[in-house]
């Protein structure tokens, strides 16, 4: 539905309206990933790691998964007493695809990640003196992260997370979980 804004409030202000916030809420499928603080110490490291999640989705689902969005959270632990770093997927068509829903299986998760892992370490563009390219870590949705993203670093990055997928602990909820000490 259009909105309209009255011509006696466009372009200033006044004591009742400053701006306007317009938002709509819906129900869907979503995906919470804790961060280990350890290795995603700075924001290019989670940027590098979402643009190959993004690259693992697209290969798993053999496709666009434009309708899945993922977010940097943060959120205060009170059992730890730190703040703990996450990434949201979610779809953004209301309730959901079951895009998501496959993922919540630790199997099918690491599945998608060594999937990621393999297209950015056999990049044409490493052969081509290319530190990344739109056939593994760039995309249009991150085109103003470009300088911080690197294949090399998502190679690396992706080759831990894969070779550590056999230590991973499924969890049922994210409080009271322990927590190897900071290196």
Same mark, same amino acid.
Not at 75 to 102: D, W
Not at 157 to 175: C, H, M, P, Q, Y
């Given at each position: 539905?259009?909105?309209?804004?009255?011509?006696?409030?466009?372009?200033?202000?006044?004591?009742?309206? *400053?701006? #306007? =916030?317009? !938002?709509?809420?819906?129900?869907? &499928?979503?995906?919470?990933? #804790?961060?280990?603080?350890?290795?995603? $110490?700075?924001? *290019?490291?989670?940027?590098i790691f979402k643009a190959g999640l993004m690259l693992g989705l697209?290969?798993?689902?053999?496709?666009?998964?434009?309708?899945?969005?993922?977010?940097? !959270?943060? *959120?205060?632990?009170?059992?730890?007493?730190?703040? %703990?770093?996450?990434?949201?997927?979610?779809?953004?068509?209301?309730?959901? +695809?079951? !895009?998501?829903?496959?993922?919540?299986?630790?199997?099918?998760?690491?599945?998608? #990640?060594?999937?990621?892992?393999?297209?950015?370490?056999?990049?044409?563009?490493?052969?081509?003196?290319?530190?990344?390219? =739109?056939?593994?870590? =760039? +995309? !249009?949705?991150?085109?103003?992260?470009?300088?911080?993203?690197? $294949?090399? %670093?998502? *190679?690396?990055?992706?080759?831990?997370?894969? %070779?550590?997928?056999? &230590?991973?602990?499924?969890?049922?909820? #994210?409080?009271?979980?322990?927590?190897?000490?900071? %290196?």
């Amino acid at each position: 539905f259009p909105v309209t804004i009255s011509s006696q409030y466009q372009g200033s202000r006044d004591e009742v309206f *400053e701006e #306007l =916030y317009l !938002y709509r809420k819906f129900h869907t &499928e979503a995906l919470k990933i #804790l961060l280990p603080v350890q290795d995603f $110490r700075t924001s *290019e490291k989670v940027s590098i790691f979402k643009a190959g999640l993004m690259l693992g989705l697209k290969n798993y689902f053999k496709g666009h998964p434009d309708h899945i969005l993922i977010r940097e !959270y943060e *959120e205060f632990n009170p059992e730890s007493g730190r703040k %703990e770093q996450f990434l949201i997927m979610y779809e953004s068509i209301p309730g959901g +695809t079951g !895009y998501l829903s496959r993922l919540f299986n630790p199997e099918e998760f690491t599945t998608l #990640l060594t999937i990621a892992y393999d297209q950015i370490k056999h990049c044409t563009c490493k052969d081509e003196g290319k530190d990344g390219c =739109y056939k593994c870590i =760039y +995309t !249009y949705s991150n085109q103003y992260d470009r300088e911080i993203l690197s $294949r090399s %670093e998502a *190679e690396n990055l992706f080759r831990d997370i894969v %070779e550590k997928s056999s &230590e991973w602990n499924e969890a049922g909820s #994210l409080t009271n979980l322990t927590y190897a000490p900071n %290196e």
